[in-house]
């Protein structure tokens, strides 16, 4: 064992003085025995026998989404955290936070959890230990990362690794930190067991730190999800899309494609977070550096994402979702009815007002479950990316699918998406904000900086990727959806790939190729053409309307905001007036 990993675990032992400490191998026999405790204790509830391996987990009824407003970039100067994330002097932090974390764990456990990211023998795989005080954590590490063994013997070979101190605390809000140190490359996370502030292997080390990492070393970490596509024939290409949290990355990634029968079909590589470095080939390359899926439950059903229910149907952990007497797991837009005797998120019996399971009520599942998981999944390699998509919930003024016009402006068309906020994250919800590349609430550095790195990345692509924009969710007059989205999705797919390989036709706009009408391949699917053109259409009024928006945003970023992005904006301004 690493001599700085017993050292940092002795330092945390000693500040949080708990009763015991146990180093978990990620074996069976444990993830058995940390279960059996959480069952009689309350934390974990059994569900019903169609669902081996699988249980319910209630959180502390403030304590079920990430709270951005709770989390810091402890920077040694400000500006490296940039306007758009909450900054704490890092001595202050570890002052402040120190303190909560004095004597903690008194009482409980303190659990080592070495973890490994990346598939083994990945040379962009990284390991990070987590030492937590909740086997609650335990168990989604375990589903969530290669964890045990396989880290330690990574650890090893090579010394590094991200540390992460987590405590549940008290559950108090108000006594609430995740913070992260970008030039330690360390992790602190007090007062919460929800997922994303929690698993320290996700959003704290596998964006907010490695983008940092990915800064320095010349790399990306990504809000990406990660698929296959399969073309008649056998082709196959990857895909990157960045979305906002609960926009529908992990229906996305699992689509099941109407269209098999031709010949097209997804496979899924990941669902929320991607590491991508530029190989010696010029393309860009690309892997999951997860090991399962925490997935929204709501909203997933046999219609949208079966496959998603196939791969939390055993071994899998049900937070915050309704169930019925005899375990069933249930949430709005399940696909079916409510049983009798329901019981909600917080196990009270369901009156039928407000929603039975947690608007952001989660899956813990493993990926190997996937039934759509694609072979190139462990690739330590990872694979060749041949699009890139952006996209968000947009209402209005955005079409289905436009195509950058270089990379550079693919940087901007990224780094200027929209999006209507989702309960992912405890604020107000439905309200459209700038979420860069989804990175808003994960990029641990500069936001400026950031959309540089980019832009660099772009200038050792010999084959860069094509970028897109989609967006499934634009609405007519009255508010009704005009795209079916899911399954159908893959429709946009085979206009990419058709771009890709040169062949679909485009309609130039000021924002970018759009798909002419006839260029989409829509057999099968009813859909009248005012509607098609409706989901097409370009309106450069609208568009003027928005870049006000991009212009303030670009102004809060300030100086560090890359002088191509600023004539991006100009070029996009002086199309439309002209368009
Ligand atoms: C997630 C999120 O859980 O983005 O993936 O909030
Ligand atoms: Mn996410």
Redo the contacts with the bound molecule.
């Keep these: 064992m690493s001599s700085s990993l017993q050292q940092w675990v002795d330092e945390c032992e000693a500040l949080t003085r708990p009763d015991r400490v146990h180093w978990c191998d990620g074996s069976d026999a444990e993830a058995a025995r940390l279960t059996a405790e959480m069952l009689e204790d309350g934390t974990l509830h059994r569900l019903h026998p169609s669902f081996p391996g699988c249980f319910l987990h209630r959180s502390a009824p403030s304590d079920v ?2 709270t951005e407003n709770l989390t810091f970039i402890c920077s040694r100067d400000p500006d490296d955290a940039g306007p758009t994330n909450n900054w704490m002097d890092p001595d202050e932090a570890r002052a402040r936070v120190g303190e909560l974390f004095r004597g903690c764990m008194r009482g409980r456990t303190l659990y080592v959890v070495p973890y490994l990211m990346g598939p083994p023998d990945s040379p962009l795989g990284r390991v990070g230990v987590e030492i937590t005080d909740s086997p609650y954590v335990v168990l989604s590490m375990r589903i969530m990362t290669r964890m045990g063994q396989v880290a330690l013997d990574r650890l090893e070979s090579n010394g590094a690794f991200v540390p992460g101190l987590h405590s549940v605390g008290e559950l108090d809000p108000d006594r609430r930190f995740i913070l992260h140190f970008p030039e330690d490359r360390l992790i602190w996370s007090y007062g919460s067991g929800y ?2 502030n929690a698993l320290l292997g ?2 704290c080390f596998a964006l907010r730190i490695a983008s940092v990492l990915g800064r320095d070393e010349g790399w990306l970490a990504e ?1 990406m999800l990660l698929m296959e596509l399969e073309a008649p024939g056998g082709d196959r290409i990857y895909i990157a899309g960045a979305f ?3 926009c529908g ?1 992990t229906s996305l990634a699992m689509l099941v494609s109407p269209l098999e029968a031709q010949g097209l079909r997804v496979r899924t590589l990941g ?3 991607v590491w991508m470095r530029v190989g010696e080939d010029g393309r860009l390359w690309a892997l999951n550096p997860e090991a399962g899926f ?3 439950a709501p909203g997933t059903s046999r219609k949208t994402n079966p496959n998603a229910l196939i791969t939390a149907r055993a071994n899998s952990l049900y937070t915050n979702v309704a169930v019925s007497p005899d375990g069933i797991p249930w949430w709005e837009g399940i696909g079916f009815d409510p049983p009798p005797g329901l019981l909600d998120w917080q196990g009270r019996p369901w009156d039928g007002r407000g929603p039975a399971a947690h608007p ?1 009520a ?1 899956f813990t599942a493993p990926a190997r479950q996937c039934p759509s998981l694609s072979p190139a999944y462990d690739d330590p390699r990872g694979v060749p990316i041949s699009a890139i998509l952006f996209g968000g919930r947009r209402h209005q003024t955005v079409p289905l699918v436009y195509q950058s016009f270089d990379w550079e402006h693919g940087v901007f068309v990224g780094a200027t998406m929209a999006s209507r906020t ?1 309960a ?2 405890t604020a107000e919800t439905n309200v459209l904000r700038r979420d860069p590349m ?1 990175m808003l ?2 990029c641990g550095y500069h936001m400026g900086d950031y959309f540089r790195h980019w832009l660099d990345i772009g200038r050792r692509l010999t084959h860069p990727p094509l970028i897109f924009h989609v967006n499934w969710f634009r609405q007519d007059s009255a508010g009704r959806w005009l795209w079916p989205g899911y399954g159908e999705n893959v429709r946009v797919l085979i206009w990419i790939l058709e771009r890709i390989r040169g062949r679909a036709r485009a309609a130039e706009t000021p924002i970018g190729w759009v798909p002419t009408p006839d260029s989409l391949h829509l057999e099968g699917l009813d859909m009248a053409r005012p509607v098609l053109e409706e989901l097409l259409r370009v309106d450069p009024a609208e568009w003027r309307a928005e870049t006000p928006g991009v212009e303030e945003f670009f102004r809060k970023i300030g100086d560090r905001l890359p002088a191509a992005l600023w004539s991006q904006l100009r070029a996009l301004e002086s199309r439309l007036a002209s368009g």
């Design positions: 989404a990430r997922g994303g996700k959003k809000h906002p949290s609960a990355k669902d929320d977070i925490f997935g929204v952001n989660r989702t992912a994250a989804a609430p994960f």
